[in-house]
């Protein structure tokens, strides 16, 4: 496991315990995917909240200017220690490892599925209750479109891949053949 991987974990963990304490889970979830959408769609705010020619100040006084009245008082103390401590890039894998333990707590995964054509919503359903038998968890799906796999599908669920594509067909009988 990498530093950086092991510093999200601790970091995600360290909110979801205080959430858990606030028995605020659900209201810090959503404050963190409002926090993330903003990241994803200003990538230029982690570069300035990591920048060391702006003063420490000025990056604090502009998160509570950002998130002050929009998320609750524990996130936004997060984001500032995150930035303090000079880890503030690292806040899209918190975030990440946070929503885990939230999915963990509530028995729930998402099951990334990787298709050459858009699944139907009959086919998403039909997949959902097949993985859910599987894994004995709720599933939330995520859907992604791959031209490469040629046909077939390949599920990542829980570090696990079930790779039912043509392309990993085609991998396997030349596998055989060399």
Sequence with gaps: ??????TCRE?????????????QVNEYSQA????????EDTPEYVDFLTSPAIPLMERIA???EAFGDSVPE????????????????????CIEEF???VQAASNR???????VVDLSESQKVALCRKLEKIVGKQIDLDCIKDASLIGGIRIEIDG???DGSIKQRLHDVKEVIN
């Design 11 to 23: 970091y995600g963990e360290a909110l979801f315990m205080l959430a858990l304490e606030e028995n």
């Design 109 to 115: 995964t998402t099951a990334t599925v990787y298709s």
């Design 160 to 162: 696990k891949i079930f």
């Design 99 to 101: 929503e885990k333990l």
């Design 1 to 6: 496991m990498t530093t950086m991987t092991q």
């Design 74 to 93: 524990y996130v936004l103390s997060f984001i500032k220690i995150l930035c303090e401590n000079r880890v503030a890039y690292l806040l899209s894998g």
């Design 32 to 39: 963190l995917k409002s926090v993330e959408q903003i990241v």
């Design 62 to 64: 502009a998160i509570d």
